[in-house]
Every structure is written in C-alpha cells, then in structure tokens.
T-cell receptor
Framework: EPEVTQTPSHQVTQMGQEVILRCVPI?????FYWYRQILGQKVEFLVS????????KSEIFDDQFSVERPDGSNFTLKIRSTKLEDSAMYFC????????FGPGTRLTVL | KQEVTQIPAALSVPEGENLVLNCSFT??????LQWFRQDPGKGLTSLLL?????REQTSGRLNASLDKSSGRSTLYIAASQPGDSATYLC???????????FGQGTRLTINP
C-alpha cells in the first residue's frame, strides 16, 4: 500500500535556528498538507498546498513558516527561526480518496 | 468556527466488550467525517470515512455512524481486543475548505 514518508523522525534544534522538515507524499496525489500536534493537544491544521501554491493556511502559519515543493516528489516545511512553542509533532498528509498521514517528525526546540 | 469534541477523553474496558466512542461537532456544514487511530508517538491511520450524505460505514469490527443534523458521530468497536488500545481521533472536513478539524481524541485501553 502506498504511504507518505517523513524525514527526519526526530529533530532537535536550538531556539532561533532554521529547520526544514521533509515529506514524500503519495505520488499521484495533488493536495498536500502540514498539521502539527503539540504534546497533549489536538492535531491542528497548518497549511494546504495545491498546484505549487498555498491553497489555505491557518493563523498559526505566520511569516516564520514556508512550504515548498522543490521537485516532483518532496514537500517541505521550513521554520525560519524556531521558538520553544514550535516543539511539536509535525505531520504531512496527502489526499486521494482520504487523507493519508505520514508518521510525523518530532521537533524539539531547546 | 467549527469545534470538534470527543467524549470520553479516556476509556478502559476489559477485552471482549463492545464499546462506543462519541464525537460531536458544532457546524453541520461538513463535507465528510473521518475516524483515525493514533498509536503512541506515531502517525494517524484512517479507519473510516463517512461522506456527509451517508449515515454509516463499516469495516470489520468497526462501525461509524453520522447524524449530521445533530452534529454527532459514534464509533462502535465490537468484541474489543488488546490490540485496539490506541487513541481514536475524529475529524471533520468543512464544506468549502481543504482542512480537517480534529477532536482531542479518546485514549482507549483494552485490558486482557
């Protein structure tokens, strides 16, 4: 069965550093998403991406965040200057009949 | 603004019991509703998806119902097994939007 993959599985960074989280969505899917889940809280939508541009974003997705599809397979989320409150599990998803979620990247900001 | 609530927050039952997890949402203008399973530290696995025009969906021992007008969905698990222990998340897709709005989940423990 096709699956969404994410790298790295765990990223530890210092506050103020830039991080890039990577995702490989399912190959024939057209819509891609990032969600995050702060420990003990709900899964929250960050951004959706279609046809090489952002189609929807939440109020969380401020100027510190950006997304890119640098080639035909990868989908990345960049956080320019990480804050302590960015520590969370970040999930990538792509949509076919349903939304397929990747295993997540645990981001720890120290 | 759509809000999704799941009750109970945690549930512990002995193996073999049938059980029901509840999900409610505030805005009935939904496109579909999904139930997911999340194991500790892992991603989300889609269990069942119900379109807004449907009343229920079944997969094996799982049955999900949807009452859009009252803003409620239930996930019924028959003959529970220890391997069913996980957090179960309900999420709705709003009409005219791409995102899913999640509930906080029900943490289910099945005791052997």
């Amino acid at each position: 069965e096709p699956e969404v993959t994410q790298t790295p599985s765990h990223q530890v960074t210092q506050m103020g550093q830039e991080v890039i989280l990577r995702c490989v969505p399912i190959s024939n899917h057209l819509y891609f998403y990032w969600y995050r889940q702060i420990l003990g809280q709900k899964v929250e939508f960050l951004v959706s991406f279609y046809n090489n541009e952002i189609s929807e974003k939440s109020e969380i997705f401020d100027d510190q965040f950006s997304v890119e599809r640098p080639d035909g397979s990868n989908f990345t989320l960049k956080i320019r200057s990480t804050k302590l409150e960015d520590s969370a599990m970040y999930f990538c998803a792509s949509i076919g009949y349903t939304q397929y979620f990747g295993p997540g990247t645990r981001l720890t900001v120290l | 603004k759509q809000e999704v609530t799941q009750i109970p927050a945690a549930l512990s039952v002995p193996e073999g019991e049938n059980l029901v997890l509840n999900c409610s949402f505030t805005d009935s203008a939904i496109y579909n509703l999904q139930w997911f399973r999340q194991d500790p530290g892992k991603g989300l696995t889609s269990l069942l998806l119900i379109q807004s025009s449907q009343r229920e969906q079944t997969s094996g021992r799982l049955n999900a119902s949807l009452d859009k007008s009252s803003g409620r969905s239930t996930l019924y698990i028959a003959a529970s097994q220890p391997g069913d222990s996980a957090t179960y998340l309900c999420a709705v897709k709003i009409q005219g939007a791409q995102k899913l709005v999640f509930g906080q989940g029900t943490r289910l423990t099945i005791n052997p």
